[in-house]
């Protein structure tokens, strides 16, 4: 309900209010303008009790009676049907409240469950989740594991060759030693030659002293050229230079072609002897590099062996990892399948849940549409309750008239009275003096009680009135369709007509 509907309907009730009150004023006011004349005709009638009075006639007394009756029968009657219609309406809206409030209890305890459902719904989802990645890790792990192990193998394939290539190297060292054995007797075969051609040469130089002179000048340049040799070649040791000399002065002992034989084989030899040397260098080099990788390969066996505990120590722990991790992978897909008939049967359970969601919203909507018919058929009933309202407020204000009307009468008839008495002035004491005087009083005074009655019943009206406009509010605010919030205004805006 919007503020401005509130406040159009709270003015027109307050101006309402504001004229009542006004015209309750003017009521009272007019009553004891009315009270104070007909108190003031009284005492002069008791003053001018000697004159004579011609009284009312009994017929017009039993009228006035009557109809004083016929309208407090008439008023109590409208109190009751009043009071009878406010029960009923309150009691139709304290029921349509329950049944707002359960209507709003049950949608809450659904709306609660629904939400509740979904919570636990999404925490075995998330649960599900999380153990599928779990998973996924695991299998990465192994696929590692797997990885590492292939890399052992290829270690181990790789260390056993070269252990292989660590024995075809022995092998071959082994080879190279006796080859090596081989040249040292061959190298000391030759210096044995060597030290028989010297002997053999010094007896042949004691032999022939005469050829020595002529051999000398050929045996310094044969020196000559040897030291050049010797020079271009300092690897040369003294042994040989000994036998190319030796061997020099045999050639040339002998003959000359001797001599050029034995420097063709001398050449030979050398030749030979260089290429022992560098093979011998070559074999030394060798050697001390075989030495080297051997040492190296020792070095490097002794760490691969030193990797390879390791690595079955490694090899060892990953079989024993491997076993607990398959256990555990075993216990995580016994929970996984428990958590899948779980989640089956939150499924199957949410399932249920909305079905009954549904069928409780199809249970609200029919409830809805209950409530919206009993909406209606309350405007409907409010309406006429109104009608009713305005009703006997027309029939109230028609009694008013007519009590107005019997007022102003009373009032000419005492008028009348009162210059009847001051024109004749006549003095009597009578009995029928004293009863009119007295049926006087007593009309006055049921006229006061009139009067008091009367400002009751509007009081009370305008009591009801403002109840009522309450009453219509709320029910604006709950929503139920008031096409006749128009009475309100108009019955608090109609004046009752003062004669």
């Not at 958590?339 to 499924?347: A, E, G």
């Amino acid at each position: 309900m919007d503020i401005s509907v509130i406040a159009n309907d709270s003015s027109p009730s307050k101006t309402t209010e504001n004229s009542d009150r006004v015209d309750n004023i003017q009521v009272v006011d007019d009553d004891e303008e009315e009270e104070e004349s007909c108190t003031s005709d009284i005492n002069r009638l008791k003053v001018l009790g000697e004159d004579q009075l011609e009284l009312p006639s009994e017929d017009e007394q039993k009228v006035l009676g009557d109809v004083v009756r016929q309208q407090r029968d008439e008023l109590d009657y409208y109190q009751r049907q009043l009071a009878i219609n406010e029960h009923k309406y309150l009691t139709d809206v304290s029921d349509l409240r329950s049944q707002l409030q359960s209507s709003k209890k049950m949608y809450d305890t659904a709306k609660n469950e629904k939400e509740a459902a979904f919570m636990r719904y999404v925490l075995k989802e998330k649960e599900i989740l999380d153990l599928n990645t779990e998973k996924k890790k695991l299998m990465d792990s192994l696929k590692e594991k797997d990885k590492q192990i292939a890399r052992l193998k290829a270690n181990c394939k790789d260390v056993a060759s070269c252990t292989a290539a660590l024995e075809t190297k022995n092998k071959e060292i082994k080879e190279y030693k006796v080859i090596i054995d081989l040249l040292k007797e061959d190298k000391s075969k030759m210096s044995k030659d060597l030290e028989f051609w010297k002997n053999k040469h010094e007896h042949e130089s004691k032999c022939s002293l005469e050829t020595e002179s002529k051999l000398l000048h050929e045996i310094q340049e044969l020196q000559n050229r040897l030291e050049s040799l010797t020079k271009q070649n300092e690897s040369f040791n003294e042994e040989s230079n000994l036998e190319k000399i030796i061997l020099n002065s045999k050639i040339y002992l002998d003959s000359k072609k001797c001599s050029e034989q034995q420097l063709e084989e001398m050449n030979k030899l050398k030749n030979v002897i260089e290429e022992l040397n560098n093979q011998l260098t070559k074999c030394t080099s060798t050697v001390n590099s075989l030495e080297n990788e051997n040492i190296d390969l020792k070095t490097y066996m002794k760490s691969c062996e030193i990797k390879t505990n390791e690595l079955l120590m490694f090899t060892e722990s990953l079989s024993s990892r491997n076993a607990s991790l398959q256990s555990e992978c075993l216990n995580l897909q016994t929970a996984l399948d428990k958590l899948q008939s779980d989640c089956d049967v939150l499924k199957q359970k949410n399932n249920d849940l909305k079905i009954a969601f549904r069928s409780q919203e199809e249970s609200m909507a029919k409830e809805k549409e209950l409530y919206d018919c009993d909406k209606k058929e309350l405007a409907s009933h409010l309406a006429y309750k109104m009608q009713m309202i305005a009703d006997l407020k027309t029939t109230l204000e028609r009694t008013q008239d007519d009590l107005h009307v019997s007022k102003r009468k009373f009032k000419t008839t005492v008028s009348e009275l009162t210059k009847e008495l001051q024109k004749k002035n006549i003095v009597d004491t009578s009995v029928e003096m004293k009863m009119v005087l007295d049926k006087m009083v007593k009309l006055q005074q049921e006229n006061a009680r009139i009067c008091e009655k009367l400002d009751f019943v509007e009081d009370h009206n305008k009591h009801l009135l403002c109840e009522l406009k309450k009453k219509s509010s709320i029910m604006q605010k709950h929503g139920i369709p008031s096409s006749k919030n128009g009475l309100l205004s108009g019955l608090s805006e109609q004046k009752p007509e003062r004669y």
